[in-house]
């Protein structure tokens, strides 16, 4: 995992390898299955997206994923079936 400049939590998990059925969690936060867009979440609410690179980033709304985390670069990052789709 790496860290950008916004404090996003930028994974190396491809996007295909994710779907509307899986959570992503990091530490003890767990996120939902990945949005369109930042402003599906309020703000200070942390989220699922898939970056620009493709692959599937954690990002806090209007805050810092990792300060709201306390992850660093190197976390392990989960993913969890949460239901069927």
């Known amino acids: 995992m ?3 400049r916004f404090g996003n939590l930028i994974t190396d ?3 295909d390898w994710i779907d509307e059925g899986w959570s ?14 930042y ?12 970056g620009s690179a493709g692959t599937v980033e954690i990002a806090a709304r209007g805050a810092e994923a ?3 985390t306390g992850a660093a670069r ?4 989960f993913g969890r079936r949460t239901g069927f789709v």
Do not use: Q
């Not at 969690?25 to 949005?35: A, K, M, Q």
């Not at 402003?39 to 699922?48: F, I, K, R, T, Y």
């Not at 190197?74 to 990052?77: I, T």
């Open 13 to 15: 998990i491809p996007a």
């Open 74 to 77: 190197g976390d392990p990052v």
């Open 39 to 50: 402003s599906d979440a309020v703000v200070g609410e942390l989220v699922a997206i898939i």
């Open 2 to 4: 790496h860290i950008d």
């Open 66 to 68: 990792a300060e709201k």
């Open 24 to 37: 992503i969690g990091i530490g003890e936060f767990w996120v939902g299955s990945p949005r369109s867009s």
